[in-house]
């Protein structure tokens, strides 16, 4: 095994354990026996298991970060957009439930800068505009804009940590109630609330 396919070893087994135990529950003995290898390999890697928790989180946050921007950079109405950009982090939630469950738990420590508050503040500031936009239209000031953007993406993401466990109702239907609720209030909600972007 070459270096790079043997950190990326290192990686995949540390991704799986932090997310099963968490940061704390988690020793480099644990890692190094299931990747079938000496603890000074470890360390010779990444310097510790505080450096190898930095390099699984700042990964799974790229992803998730990368998803939503490309949900949000796609053009549409700002409905649409906040359709698009509520299935991309349940998308992600689907098919990174161990990379979720580590940004989501505890990817607070500081050795990380990367805590779950940090990135959805970093999501949030994105929905700002669609939101402070569509403020404009109906005219409510759009300086609130981003109160709303921390409270709609900190519904869709909390939402997300219990449907992890969950899994029902199933996505589309999530994504639905999700979005009739940030869109329509609880006043305004629809009945039988469906998607309409594409």
Known sequence: ??????REQLIRVARHSFAERGFEGTSVEEIAGRAE???PVVYEHFG????????????EVRTLLDAIRGALETPGSSRAL???????????????PDGFRIVARDSSLESTGSSFAS??????????DILAAAFKVQRINPK?????????????????????????????ELAAHLV???????????????LRAG
Do not use: F
Request: charged share 20%; no cysteine; glycine share 8%.
């Open 144 to 172: 609130v804009a981003p109160m709303y953007a921390q409270m709609l993406v900190g519904m869709i993401a909390y939402t997300g940590q219990w449907w992890l466990d969950t899994r029902r109702p199933k996505k589309p």
């Open 48 to 59: 510790g298991k505080e450096g190898l928790y930095a390099v699984v989180v700042d990964r």
């Open 37 to 39: 290898v000496s603890k």
């Open 1 to 6: 095994m070459t270096g790079a396919q043997r």
């Open 82 to 96: 906040i359709e698009r950009a509520t299935l991309a982090l349940l998308d992600y939630i689907e098919t990174n």
């Open 180 to 194: 009739n609720l940030a869109w329509n209030g609880l006043r305004g909600l629809e009945a039988s609330p469906r």
């Open 119 to 128: 990135i959805l503040s970093d999501v949030a500031s994105q929905v700002e």
